[in-house]
């Protein structure tokens, strides 16, 4: 057996703790998959006295970085500390010390991938991020070898476990946004600030991630449209319902006329689609190429376990040479190869539902209906219920379109708004086809 | 960039006019991918002249393997001529000739694996088999190395998409199994003679080539239960919806108290679990890691182009290194190292689904019902419809029982056949839960 593979964990919390797990208690498994042992040889650790759901040998536990930098027997790097710029600092020193690093902080890779690679080339390192898209799912090796033969035509990804686990619950049972949230904190699928789950930034990282593979352009994280689902009512969810679908975050990203259309916004699915089924804090990513059709990967998107499941794959593909090579072939963030341009939000084409509160009198539906039809967005489905008593005179209108771009309709909306027999701001989302 | 890597296609059918395709259509794309070129430089066909959905440059085109063994420009060589005699003599040859070989092939992997694996390792070549298994899905990759750090606790695959293509049909519109076959044969989903698909025999070819690589066991295909679609009845169809059930033909495997239980049988899976989802000739695999969870694959389980992304995935892999690290590492098949013992069928355990024709009199439902009892079998729930007139004094009892050992659920079985109530023998499936 070849020489052992001498690896450091930056960062001992959830997921670094998954990774002690597998490294000191399944020695013989891991070493029989790599053809050669995997050894933990330090652990940096911000207080080495807190107490981890795992043992940590006394003698490998240290708060400075600087002795895993100096160890020579020491290969590769686990990056889980989280956060953005200490662990890019915390990289960007570890290549430049001659270590491989593997990561699972999809913020730093989405922010900082096009430095954090181009060091590691520098340096003749490989960077390996399996975990940071989709917890133990192999997504990042799907699109990097699996499907390399395709043209990827589309994605479309249940990233964020935390805004499916909650949206489940807000269809499942009826419960508002709030309380969703609240039962998700319980349970531990979020966390107690969750703005960069619920609002769509942390499925933006993970899609810029994505997309960078394949498609091989590197996305500003601020070109990505996004919108989260902290407004999103349970009325639409249950009109969406009515009309057979179910209401997603997804994010999406597309080739048209060789431009790439990239956006996380919640989404109404029909019921029966493969994505609308995926419950809880699951996650799954929808991806299209143009031989092999349509594929789908599904699984736990974070938690301890699943998420080392892949830094440990990470590990082994390291231990076994793989991870080098795909590094070198990928290329990845090294710019100036872009050739695929991003389509313009407001010219991204979609189908939509918009719901309004109007006034219960006659000629209020053709008023709406004709704005729409001055604008050439034509009407696939609406739904007027009678007016419960105590709404006094105003009724909800719901209207499902055939195909519009994004801009425009965003400008009938603004115009139906202006309507005097509107009440209240329209509710739209896009409806996926 | 580097030297280009020289393919050879051994066969020229369906799948390997789809590699030929992607080779002589995307040569850039390809390049890129595996950064360096991919180059195909001789096609062995049995008739040169034939018709084929390809057009192949005349100089590259010969019936003669020799050709192959003898050009040095060849590094790899796709086997996707099919059938088994042949097909084993041509790969042993290529290895033999210092070629790596890329096979679509599951028949020859699952029943002279071994031989052809240690026969590469003596001369130092890899073989590479993604497509062997649901298609252009990457399903050999994420066992190998995207869930390398998991025990595999169990493997559930739609494996057979004729089959699937057929239950589908029968389900979803009520008709009859031969006038569903009729219509996948119309439709190109199955063979002229559709055996090997429909008796499960194909299923087990690739649930033996995934156990392989999970468990690191050489499953005889002998080895594996199996159990076919051709004898399933509408009937039954119904009744398992009316429980809320769909029956599919499911390969399956799974670990418990070290043993390791194999088999391919149809079985009534819950309406809304995943696999139940999986409608026409699409594959899907569950598979459940000890620390990544469950995880499902899914996408097109044959066809010309998802057949050829994975092939074509597997050159890259070839270009790129990976395959020949990953083959050496792997070990497949090469005997001495199975730990893990085959679980006695009879002792394999599972809920059943019992369907039988009795007569309509008093005391009938206590007869059948005493001999489970008398055998520790328990019932979760019972449907017994009034009989309609035209069957006369018969009517169709479905009994769901808890989990029971096949081996003390087949005897049941047989004794219930034997009651002077029961009008024919007894028809049942295992159910997943």
New interface residues.
């Given amino acids: 057996m070849t020489e052992p593979l001498g690896i450091a964990l930056i960062g001992c919390g959830t997921v670094g703790s ?1 990774v002690a797990r ?1 490294l000191l208690e ?1 020695p013989e ?2 070493a ?4 050669r042992p995997l050894v933990l040889r330090r652990v940096v650790v911000r207080d080495p006295n807190k107490q981890r759901p795992v043992r940590l040998p006394r003698e490998l536990v240290t708060t400075d970085l600087e002795t895993v930098l100096r160890d020579p027997s020491v290969h590769v790097a686990v990056e889980v500390v989280g956060g953005v710029d200490w662990a890019r600092h915390a990289v960007l020193s570890l290549v430049a010390a001659g270590k491989d690093v593997v990561t699972a902080n999809k913020a730093l890779l989405a922010l900082h991938g096009a430095e954090v690679f181009d060091a590691a080339r520098e340096h003749g390192r490989a960077v390996a991020f ?1 975990a940071s898209v989709a ?4 997504i990042i ?2 699109l990097a ?7 990827i035509l589309s994605l479309q990804g249940i990233l964020n476990g935390t805004s499916n686990f909650i949206l489940t619950n807000m269809t499942e049972r009826g419960v508002s946004y709030n309380e969703a949230l609240a039962e998700a904190q319980q349970h531990g699928y979020a966390e107690a600030d969750p703005t960069l789950d619920v609002d769509g930034t942390d499925a933006a990282h993970k899609l810029a991630i994505l997309a960078q593979i394949a498609y ?1 352009v590197n996305v500003p994280v601020a070109a990505i449209t996004r919108r989260g689902i902290a407004d999103i009512d349970t009325t639409d969810i249950r009109f969406a319902g009515e009309l057979g679908y179910t209401i997603k975050l997804l994010a999406e990203s597309y080739l048209l006329d060789n431009q790439l259309a990239l956006h996380v916004s919640p989404v109404l699915l029909r019921r ?1 689609a ?1 994505l609308a ?1 995926v419950r809880g804090a699951y996650n ?1 990513v929808q991806v299209v ?12 998107g974070a ?1 301890q ?2 998420t ?3 830094v ?2 990470d ?3 390291m231990a ?3 991870a080098q ?2 590094f ?2 990928l290329r990845l963030w090294s710019g100036g190869r872009d050739r695929v341009k991003l389509r313009p939000p407001d010219d991204v084409r979609s189908r939509y539902y918009l719901r309004l509160l109007v006034d219960d009198r006659p000629g209020v539906l053709a008023e709406v209906t004709s704005v729409l039809a001055h604008n050439q967005i034509s009407i696939s489905s609406v739904i007027q219920h009678e007016a419960p008593e105590e709404e006094g005179n105003r009724v909800q209108l719901v209207i499902m379109t055939h195909t519009a771009s994004t801009g425009a309709f965003r400008a009938v909306a603004a115009s139906i708004d202006r309507l005097a027999c509107v009440a209240s701001p329209c509710v739209y989302y896009p409806v996926a086809d």
């Fill in positions: 998954g597998l399944q498994r891991l029989a998959r790599a053809a399996e917890g133990g799912v192999p090796a799907a070898q699996g499907l390399a033969a395709n043209q091989g029966h493969p089924q799954a190429g143009d031989a092999v059709g349509d594929t789908i990967y599904y699984g736990q938690g376990m699943p080392a499941s892949a440990t794959a590990l082994i593909d076994v040479g793989r090579r795909t070198q072939t």
